[in-house]
Structure formats: structure tokens, C-alpha cells
């Protein structure tokens, strides 16, 4: 059964760092493009990263590039997001997601399955 699923996340201060996983415990989606988006309640979900299935290449909002990478380790099934120098504005919810989509790609429409979210919390 195709299904993703998430860890990590938690409460940190401005400036810690925090690393999501996402597992594709039904080994389905290596041929697939994934990504990373956060939704804050209010506010549309917003795309934050994604990488193609070969890994080799990586693409990231203006917001988190260069505190933020996206990885993924195929042999174990799992997507990373390693989130450094993070400030109370990164504070939302985190899902992955996974789509037969090219990685350039930041509509979340176009990918079709979804993680249960993590929840990210960054104090001051």
C-alpha cells in the first residue's frame, strides 16, 4: 500500500536546527519526484522543496534556500529535510509529498500523495 510516512519535527528555538524524514513504506515512489510543503493554518500550503527521484537535482523557495536541504536516500525508501538556522516564521506544518511529476514542480495539485504532516514549531 503506497503511503508516506513522517518523523521528526518538534518545538526548537530561533537558530536550532531540525531534520524531517519521510519513509515510502510501500517502496512505491523511487521513480517519483518529491517534495516538501508547510502549511500554516490561514495561509495556503506553501511549496518548500524537491528533488527529483535520481536525487541529483534539487529545487527550493526563495524563503528556505540555503538554511534548508532536501535529500533523499532511495535504498531506504526515505526523503530528508535537513532545516537549518530556523526562525519562528518557519513554525507550520510539514508535509511531504510524492507525485509523477517533474521536480521543478512546486504546484501541490500536481502531486498526488501525501504524508500526515509533522508539526514544526520554532520559538524566539
Known amino acids: 500500500q503506497a503511503q508516506l510516512v513522517q518523523s521528526g519535527g518538534g518545538l526548537v528555538q530561533a537558530g536550532d536546527s531540525l531534520r524531517l524524514s519521510c519513509l515510502d513504506s510501500g517502496r512505491t515512489f523511487s521513480s517519483y519526484a518529491m517534495a516538501w510543503f508547510r502549511h500554516v493554518p490561514g495561509k495556503e500550503r506553501e511549496f518548500v522543496a524537491s528533488?527529483?527521484?535520481?536525487?541529483?537535482?534539487?529545487y527550493y523557495a526563495d524563503s528556505v534556500k540555503g538554511r534548508y536541504t532536501i535529500s533523499r536516500d532511495n535504498a531506504k525508501n526515505t526523503m530528508y529535510l535537513q532545516m537549518n538556522r530556523l526562525s519562528p516564521e518557519d513554525t507550520a506544518v510539514y508535509y511531504c509529498?510524492?507525485?509523477?511529476?517533474?521536480?521543478?514542480?512546486?504546484?501541490?495539485?500536481?502531486?498526488?500523495?501525501w504524508g500526515t504532516g509533522t508539526l514544526v514549531t520554532v520559538s524566539s
Open positions: 509529498a510524492a507525485g509523477d511529476t517533474l521536480p521543478n514542480i512546486i504546484t501541490a495539485a500536481r502531486y498526488t500523495h
Open positions: 528533488i527529483s527521484w535520481t536525487g541529483r537535482n534539487t
